[in-house]
């Protein structure tokens, strides 16, 4: 028998009512023994649903977002939109720090993309302007001495436009965002967090190391407090023909930009730390399938990367995808990893040892990823930017302006 549940609401109080059918096809109450149970036995059932709900919402997969979010499109807002679009995350909060880009650039394309999606809800905090140590005119003192440094992120790269200072932000394609950004700084915000959920929250980390290292300078149990920490980092042998690597195989971005700041991380007590090397990024590609796929879907995610993405290495994406399926990795290594902060020749290259081979002066044993089943990486990637945004809502700076199109 089909039971028709309504409920109603009467000064702020609200209930159930199980009714049945009668022959004139209105609702009355049948005389039966059963009748006194079914009423109960519905708001047992509606108890029961709400508590499975509330334990669903209670295990979703906290994270901070902590990103050089260069935009729009391309590797760091693509990994963004992976993490955010999966119905698996709670994502806490996106801390934002200069890497690909200066940082209050970024933090503005990022407060534009989560209008987009309708995820305002998503706290955009900013973070660190400039590294601890090293500095834009430093490196150009260093490459007297040692060679140029291909690529230098915000420094030397701009992408449909000028190289710019750090406050200066150009004409967003996107249309520029009409909310703000949090006021508060987002190391504070990433301890704050960590306190709030000890032990829970995992930190994905595909900028450079600065946030993590100020993090950890304000509170020192800060690692010890998350669930674990992945990072879009580090460059060990690389088989790759881009000069960025093949003359240069074990200097990485993120690593490199701060080389104080990740030596401070690799040597923090992280309850687990998964490492997404150059190595295994340089087996994907962004390639003009996975975009016209992407254009098929009418997600407001998906039209985004397909509008503003471009052929190039999944990166930040291979790193967010694989720690949502971490079946996509097929081969794993443990290994020690360090960042050389002497300031020769080598500075900010990546320094990895065997088990048992480590100079062991507080290295991080580190899980790194070594090969990956590419299609089925590109499957989930693709699923996860076609889908409906979760919990997104409508406003109407979701709409992209004709002038940016």
Request: proline share 8%.
């Amino acid at each position: 028998m089909l039971i028709r549940i309504r409920t109603f609401c009467i000064g702020g109080k609200c209930g159930i009512v199980i009714p049945s059918e009668g022959t004139n096809g209105s609702d009355r109450v049948r005389r039966d023994p059963f009748l006194a149970l079914r009423p109960r036995m519905a708001m047992l059932l509606l108890l029961s649903l709400f508590f499975v709900l509330s334990v669903h919402a209670q295990t979703k997969r906290k994270v901070i977002i902590d990103q050089d979010a260069a935009g729009p499109g391309g590797t760091d807002m693509q990994a963004i939109l992976a993490l955010v679009n999966s119905p698996e995350t709670d994502v806490l909060g996106i801390t934002v720090l200069t890497g690909d880009a200066w940082r209050d650039e970024e933090v503005q394309h990022t407060l534009r993309l989560l209008e987009i999606i309708g995820r305002t809800d998503i706290p955009v905090v900013p973070g660190a302007v400039f590294p601890l140590v090293s500095s834009k005119e430093y490196i150009a003192k260093w490459e007297t001495l040692y060679g140029k440094i291909i690529y230098q992120g915000a420094w030397n790269f701009a992408r449909g436009h000028a190289v710019h200072g750090p406050y200066e932000i150009p004409p967003m394609p996107e249309g520029a965002p009409t909310t703000k950004p949090s006021t508060e700084d987002a190391s504070q915000f990433m301890v704050r967090m960590v306190h709030k959920y000890p032990h829970e929250v995992t930190i994905y980390a595909a900028g450079p190391m600065t946030d993590l290292a100020l993090a950890i300078a304000l509170d020192p149990h800060f690692p010890e407090l998350t669930k674990e920490l992945i990072v879009m980092g580090g460059s060990i042998n690389p088989t790759s023909d881009d000069p960025e690597f093949n003359l240069s195989p074990r200097r990485e971005f993120n690593f490199w930009m701060d080389p104080e700041a990740s030596h401070a991380v690799l040597h923090a007590h992280w309850p687990r730390f998964v490492l997404t090397t150059v190595d295994i990024s340089v087996k994907t590609r962004m390639e003009k399938t996975l975009i016209d796929q992407l254009a098929k879907s009418s997600a407001p995610a998906a039209q985004y990367v397909a509008k503003y993405a471009e052929p190039n290495i999944l990166w930040d994406e291979l790193a967010a995808v694989s720690w949502l399926d971490p079946s996509i990795i097929t081969k794993w290594q443990k290994l020690y990893i360090d960042v050389e902060v002497d300031h020769g020749a080598s500075y900010g290259d990546t320094l990895a040892w065997a088990p048992g081979e480590q100079p062991e002066m507080g290295e991080s044993l580190v899980e790194v990823q070594k090969d990956l089943d590419k299609e089925k990486f590109y499957k989930e990637f693709v699923d996860l930017l076609s889908r409906p945004t979760p919990r997104a809502h409508s406003i109407a700076a979701t709409t992209v302006p004709a002038s940016a199109k």
